[in-house]
């Protein structure tokens, strides 16, 4: 119920501020703009949130006679829960994560990379971690939270780009160029903090220890995360910041306005977490 209340308030909430934003940029012609998007955004974000992900990253369905999908079979039936359809991100930066609207439209995605990287027993802590998630319901709202950061960031280069190439003489666009950056300095870091305020970081935590119980041991899992957490710093994911929060460790290593979309907690506390939890 928590997740559903959160969803309804995210997606109500930047309905209007994509009204109010149409309306600064145009009027009440852009006023209608912005409500025809909110209302494609509310549909899509619900029934296609995970499918736009997905396909963000060329994910490629797989079947039974894939190594991963009998990993995921095999956990998903210890921790009781229908099986997800499984996908592989052909990337060579070792990652995972998992997107859906409930357990019984869940997908697990991994990269190439975290197949070549972990030994069995890492992989299958990897995978029992996403499938804690599901069980616990964060796919959905993690999906609509990375849909509502892209439409943000969407709109803001949208305004961006009309106000620099919109009519009117070069001194007029000229003088139009401050909106436009504004709208991006604000409006970036405000789909950062709508992510931050719909995924908690003690989620993570939440996964892990329910990962672990799935998976039977802790061992695995804190294993790879040490891994996994090492690789990606050196091959990191060209991922889009408004999907971060859905890995399970964080997909880039740079600074700066990307560091605003960091929704993990330190590596090692994770690890420590694991280490102590007795199975």
């Known amino acids: 119920m928590g997740n559903s209340v959160k969803t309804v308030l995210l997606l109500g909430g930047l309905s209007a501020l994509l009204l109010a934003i149409g309306e600064l940029l145009g009027g009440s012609g852009g006023l209608m703009v912005a409500f025809v998007i909110a209302l494609i955004m509310n ?26 999908y009998h990993v995921v079979a095999r ?4 921790g009781n829960l229908p099986m997800p359809k499984v996908y592989i991100i052909p990337d060579a930066s070792p990652n995972a994560f998992a997107t859906g609207r409930n357990p019984q439209h ?3 995605a991994a990269t190439q990379g975290i197949l070549q990287l972990l030994e069995e027993p890492e992989l299958e802590g990897v995978i029992a971690h996403e499938l804690a998630h599901v069980r616990h319901r964060d796919i959905l709202i993690s999906s609509v939270a990375a849909t509502i950061a892209a439409t943000i960031m969407m709109v803001a280069r949208m305004a961006q780009f009309a106000a620099f190439f919109g009519g009117g003489s ?19 870091p405000l789909a950062a903090m709508l992510i931050q305020a719909a995924i908690s970081r003690s989620r993570e935590f939440a996964a ?21 957490d090492a690789a990606s710093r050196r091959i990191p994911l060209d991922a889009n910041p408004a999907t971060a929060h859905m890995f399970i460790i ?7 306005i990307l560091s605003l979309f960091s929704t993990h907690p330190p590596t ?12």
């Open 43 to 68: 549909f899509g974000s619900y029934w296609f949130s995970d499918k736009i992900v997905l396909r963000m990253y060329r994910a490629q369905e797989v079947g039974p006679d894939h190594r991963l």
């Open 75 to 78: 956990l998903a039936q210890q």
């Open 106 to 108: 869940a997908a697990v």
């Open 170 to 188: 070069r001194d007029d666009r000229e003088g139009s160029n401050p909106i436009a950056l504004l709208a991006t300095i604000i409006l970036a």
């Open 208 to 228: 892990d220890r329910g990962g672990a119980e799935i998976a039977g041991t802790p061992y695995g899992l804190a294993s790879a995360l040490k891994k996994i």
């Open 250 to 256: 964080k997909p880039f290593s740079g600074g700066g």
């Open 268 to 279: 090692e506390r994770r690890i420590q977490a694991l280490m102590g939890q007795g199975l």
